[in-house]
C-alpha cells in the first residue's frame, strides 16, 4: 500500500511539473504573439519565384540555369513586388503560392537602378493573399524589423531583428546607386530577395535584396530597398514597362580638390564634363565636354570640360551628388546650373531635362 501511494506521489509531482512547464511555455510574451500573427496573415501574401536563364556550359553548350528568390503579392489582379536582380535575364519565370499552386509570371516591368520589378499572374483573386505596403519615411534605428521568404528554397521562414540603420547608400548591380536604402539584422539568405520587409503593424516597409557577408550566408548585416523609392516607380513599371529617368545628356567625372590642384583649376570640386550627348540637353544649353587628355599619376583623364559647381543653388562636390539631384526630377523638368568653364569663368546655363535612353534588353 505505501509503494502504490509512494507512486501516485511520484506521479502527482511528474504531473505537477509537466503542468508547470506547459503553463510556462503558454505564456508568450506579446512580441511572440505579435510575431506569429503576422506571420499568419502576411506568409500567404509572400511568394516563391523560380526564373529560368539560359547560359553556356564548359563546352559552349546553351543550358537553362534556374535561381529562386521571393515576391509580394501586392494586389489582387496579381501583380507581385520583386527585386530586378531576382528576374534579371530571365526565359521563363515561375511563381509558387504559399498554397503550392504554381502560376507562369509575366514580367511587366523592371528598373535596374533601384532593382525593383513587377510580376503579374493569372490566378483567381480568392487565392492572392494582398501584402499592404506601407511607408519607409521617418524610420527609426531600434525598430522591428521582420522578413518573410524563401531562403535556399525551403518554404516560407520568417525572420525578426530591428532596423540597424537607415539611409545607407548601395550600388545596383548596374552601378547605379541607390539611396535611403534600410539596414537590418533580420537574418536574409539566398532566396529571401524580393520578399518583404515588414513592420510590427504588418506593413512593407521595405525589399529584401542583399547582404553583407564573408560567407555568402547572413551574418546579420541585411539590406532592403525602401517601398517609397519603389512606390516611386511602380506606377510606370506597371503603365509603361519601365521608369522614365531625367537626363541630362552628358558623361561626367568627380573633379576632387587633389584632381583640381594636379589641373591647376580654379574650383576645389565639383562634377565634370568628360562628353557631352549629341543633340542632348547639355549640348543644346551650350555645355561642352572634354576635348584633350591628361595624365594624373597612371591615369589618363579627359579634360577641359565645364565643372558644374552648383545645381538649382545646390553646392555640388561630386558627380554622384548631381546625379542623386537629377534622378529626383522628371524629363521636362529645367535645372539652372553654375558651371566654372576651363577657362576660369562662371556661368549660370538652363538646361531642359530629357528622357534617359533606355538600354535595348537582350533576347
Known amino acids: 500500500m505505501r509503494f502504490i501511494h509512494k507512486n501516485l ?33 502576411l506568409a500567404p501574401g509572400v511568394v516563391n519565384i523560380t526564373s529560368t536563364v539560359m547560359e553556356r556550359d564548359f563546352f559552349f553548350n546553351v543550358v537553362p540555369r534556374q535561381g529562386a528568390g521571393s515576391g509580394s503579392i501586392i494586389d489582387s489582379r496579381g501583380y507581385i513586388l520583386t527585386n530586378h536582380h531576382v528576374i534579371e535575364d530571365a526565359r521563363k519565370l515561375e511563381v509558387t503560392l504559399a498554397s503550392g499552386k504554381k502560376y507562369t509570371a509575366q514580367l511587366i516591368g523592371s528598373d535596374p537602378d533601384t532593382d525593383v520589378a513587377v510580376l503579374k499572374i493569372d490566378a483567381p483573386r480568392q487565392e492572392l493573399a494582398v501584402i499592404p505596403m506601407g511607408t519607409s519615411e521617418n524610420l527609426k ?31 545596383a548591380s548596374n552601378g547605379m546607386l541607390v539611396e535611403d ?24 516597409i521595405g525589399i529584401n535584396t542583399a547582404i553583407f557577408s564573408p560567407t555568402g550566408a547572413s551574418v546579420g548585416i541585411g539590406f532592403a530597398i525602401p517601398i517609397d523609392t519603389a512606390k516611386r516607380v511602380l506606377d510606370d513599371l506597371i503603365e509603361k514597362g519601365y ?6 545628356g552628358a558623361t561626367l567625372m568627380t573633379l576632387s ?4 590642384e594636379a ?25 561642352r565636354g572634354g576635348d584633350r587628355r591628361a595624365q594624373i599619376g597612371n591615369n589618363i583623364v579627359v579634360v577641359g570640360g565645364d565643372i558644374i559647381v552648383k545645381i538649382d543653388r ?9 546625379i542623386r539631384y537629377i534622378r529626383r526630377l522628371r524629363p521636362g523638368d529645367r535645372v ?24 535595348v534588353r537582350r533576347r
Request: hydrophobic fraction near 40%.
Open 314 to 322: 545646390e553646392p555640388i562636390r561630386d558627380a554622384d551628388a548631381l
Open 243 to 248: 521608369y522614365a529617368y531625367p537626363f541630362i
Open 141 to 171: 534605428v531600434g525598430q522591428k524589423a521582420l522578413a518573410i521568404g524563401n531562403p535556399f528554397g525551403l518554404g516560407q521562414t520568417l525572420t525578426t531583428g530591428v532596423i540597424s540603420s537607415v539611409g545607407r547608400t548601395l550600388r
Open 9 to 41: 506521489a511520484l506521479n502527482f509531482v511528474a504531473l505537477s511539473i509537466v503542468a508547470l512547464y506547459c503553463g510556462w511555455a503558454g505564456a508568450m510574451t506579446e512580441d511572440e504573439k505579435n510575431n506569429i500573427d503576422l506571420y499568419e496573415r
Open 181 to 204: 536604402v534600410i539596414q537590418t539584422d533580420a537574418s536574409i539568405n539566398p532566396g529571401n530577395s524580393g520578399g518583404p520587409l515588414i513592420d510590427s503593424s504588418g506593413k512593407m
Open 336 to 359: 539652372v546650373l553654375e558651371v566654372v568653364t576651363w577657362e576660369g569663368k562662371r556661368e549660370t546655363v538652363r538646361v531642359t531635362l530629357g528622357e534617359r535612353p533606355r538600354p
Open 257 to 260: 580638390p587633389g584632381l583640381a
Open 263 to 287: 589641373l591647376k583649376l580654379p574650383v576645389e570640386a565639383g562634377a565634370m564634363l568628360v562628353e557631352v550627348t549629341a543633340g542632348g540637353p547639355s549640348e543644346k544649353a551650350g555645355l
